[in-house]
């Protein structure tokens, strides 16, 4: 008892001189912001609540109210947002008329306001302390997914994240895909159902050089990123349920030559989970 | 208390450091016992505590704590001079062995070397050897002799303390010196300084010699050298005065200080290479770690080079700085630039107080506040993602313009008010220097230091590239400086005008800022604070007017110069005279004029003198004036018709030749004339010849007599004259002599001030200059009686520091700097 209390005084104190050096910052909007030793979101919608906890460490109390989650009407595939608000969930034209290999995709959040902000500090800036929180969120998002009507958890065999080229990662210097998952491997232990359930890191390989998605059209995706993946030798995904892990969903192009390679060597069913993805297909 | 929590401490060392600040300052003017300051620590510290332990946020209590910790860091600073270990004890005790060690390398100049040294055991006569802390300032009179820093010797000397020039400017050298640990000062004779064991040097400081030696090989221009000395290593001794003068001119001195430019380039430098190196691990790109690693390693090289650089304050802030920065990598946290500018200040206070009195600590840290904050309140905000080439070049254009210029204004009053210079084609010639020196010459030059231990000969070549680039650097510098008004004397502001001065920046940089964001109320606050300050501004400028050139009294000042003599005579209107400049033997070892009497002058606002008077042409009244009609604006140029055959003697005809100023001496005197209703004879010597023929023997006695009245008061400016030229006084002139204030003749020596003169001029008061403690003894003590037997006041500098007389012609009143004599 009295230990932790050192400890907890201790770590107050760490916490105090190290606010006192580095502050906090919003990386949505720049200010500085205060550490709060009590949250009060109690107000918000769940979803909402639970965004403004995790990110309270980097978005300010008004940046980490500034969220908007995928909320139903949906398209029950591909996880579209639909403009009409009072419709149940149906699938989308696309995915009635061309349906890609993908079962299932969801994401957490639209790509847009102060999420937006979080991925680019993520991506461009290196913020890599921004992974904790949504690495978290994701993995709501997943118990939320992979649970039956009975309330059982069920879940995929493999979780893979979208990879990288070689070249890309040293210049990045990490995976942004990798490390919302990173973590998983200990919630998954305790959670019933999955204690089978793998993270692997290099299951897919990215071959060759490719341009940056953001920007291009749905068409120029696809070519762009025809034939970037294999299959990693030492992974075996027959019969195998796999779920795929990425930033942010906008055509589905990128998941979808995954899930291609995925698919044709014998993968009963890829789902994807993604942190964000666009309101509408194609605008990044 | 919500809006001070969320507002004050949003960047949480601000308020801090000003609490520090405010302790610092305290601790220099009140003395408070440290018994107190010691309980108010430890309660401050036990109430945080308590509040930690109760999950309270403190607010004041860290405020109160830190003003406690100024005023303790001050106090500890400035009070050991009390303490009987320390070299200033052994001042009364004659000739005393002392041996220590040199903590600086030794300074060059004219055949002294200075330097500071660390004193293990001091001997006086009669007594055992004591053990001693802290510093003395030595000189050493020889140029044969060499030492180096970390050597052990051991000498013979009188023990001097320091002593201030009591002047209204205010400069405190004693306190100066106090932040460095000394007190006393000892002169080294030839022949009697003793080297007793040479000095282990350090790796950096054969890092720093080898380097020197570097660029001495591949660098054959001595002025490019002596400029990437100071580039590289932080040596800026090498420079040349004339050199330096060109730099302050052209407003470019910050360039060859080692700051935020160097270290950066270091640091991103080796930032780049470590994080590339490190994305070779897989393990580190999996875990992410690559920045995080490359942040720590970085660390070493940017400390080495720090510590390399010497560590002058804007190293130091720097150094901080990009510490704060690199290990944002690490913890995976934010940093905010003026906290962490902030945090630089409040690290280099703790470590050494004194460095806040300290000029480039000021600069420096001045000129990194207001770019920032500027940058912050002007500097364009939206994104840089899809715009077109062209607006981005536009734009970082004028960026790049507007560092220039705020970093100008934010050291200009700085600048005015310790170099009374400021340079009016600073900002061209920054904006064409700064990207020639930041993108070229440094990067180039580091290179050249970071490759030489691995390929001396690239290193060479480096070296030698930057060499052309800095060549034409220092051409466009000399340029610069040699176009007519490059930069102009100024006046020096008080504290309060400079801080006037700054509100007034802040609150316009404010102002345009909320325009700019559109918050109605801020702008409105801004507006209003604006204008009272501008109010105030405005006021004190027409005080000043007033004071300087529409006042009606005749006010004479006695200047504190040491040993010498320089009085200050404000005419009503604000006409000026300067009579004599004081002055040492040797204007190389100590410049009066330039340290001590043209501050002075800056400080009372005066910038062009009428009239500067010398009453006989030697050292310890001429050798002051040479800097001040070298400097300042002076018409006419009055003296007693005798050139000693001198150098100081030719310097000042020549000076005085390149000027224009017109020279009248005692053929070109009328009887008598007005000025502004004070009346000015010339009553010695009576004609050129009778001085140049019957007293060239002495020429003290050729001293020009200079007599004020103004209504019922009179002052009599005596010079040097001896009782010869006092008895041909009285015999021609008689009651004419009579006056009220005296300055009493040749410091008051002995042979001067004779009963017969002393009668005749009937003064009330007696003014007498002379240096503290000064070899003569002077004022002789028979003098004193004399005067104090005849019921007048005495009024000397050497124990009141300058004496201020006004009178508006009905009486004079007389005030000393310092009080209690």
Redesign the interface.
Known sequence: MRKTLVKKTLKTIFLSLKDAVFPLKCLACQELFLRQTAHCEMDLAPGKGLYAHHTSLYLCEHCRRDFQGIESPICLRCGLMFKERFSGDHLCGDCLTKPGKISFARALGVYDRSLKYLIHALKYRGKIQVSRALSRLLYALYCQCYTNETMECEGPDIILPVPLFKKRFRQRGFNQAWLLIKDWPLFLACRSGNEKTECIKDGLVRNRWTDPQAGLDRKKRQSNIKGAFSLSSHLDVRKKHVLLIDDVYTTGATVEECAAVLMKNGARKVDVLTVSRTSEKGVA | MDIF??DV?????IP?LFSYILGLVLGGHVFIPPFIIWVTVIACLSFTGYG??R?QTQHLVPLILFIALGLLAMQTALVRENKPDYPVCFTEKGLCKIKGRLVTSPGMNHGRQTFSLDVSTIEAPGEQARKIQGNLRVTVHCNDLVVHKGDVIEFVSRIKPFRNFNNTDGYNYKRHMAFQDTWARAYGKRGTVRLLESGQTGFLDKARTALERFIDEYIKSSSQASVFKALLVGNRDQISPDLNDEFKQTGTAHLLAISGLHVGIVAGLFFLIF?FTL??IPAL????R??TYAGILTLFPVLVYGLLAGMAPSTQRAVVMVT?IL???G??????II??LA?AALAILAISPGALYGVSFQLSFAAVFFIILGMGCLGNEDSDILKSRAFLLKKSLKSYALVSLLAYMGTLPLLMHYFNQISVVGLVANMILVPLMGFMVVPLGLGAMFVYPFCSIAAGALIRLAGMFLGLALDLIHGFASLPYASVMTVSPSWFEMACYYLLFCLCLIFVSAKKKDQAGLMKGALILTGILALIFIGDIFYWTHARFFHADLRVTALDVGQGTSNLVEFPGGQCMLIDGGGFTDNNAFDVGERVVAPFLWSRKIACIDTVVLSHAESDHLNGLLYILKHFKVKAFWFNGIWKPSKSCDLLKSIVEKNNITVLSVKDFPDHWDMNGVRIQVLWPPDESEAGLAYMKDINNASLVLKLSYGEDSFLFTGDIKKKAEKAMVKRLGDELECKALIVPHHGSKSSSSDLFIEKVKPEIAVISAGYKNRFKMPHKAVLKRLTEQGIDIYRTDLGGAILMTTWGKGLSVDTVLTGH
Do not use: C, M, Q
């Open positions: 929590k969320n401490y949003k960047r949480p060392i801090l930690i332990f999950k994080s994305t070779w790109l999996w875990h992410a690559v920045k704060v290990l944002t990598w913890l995976g946290a934010e940093h905010d906290n962490s945090l």
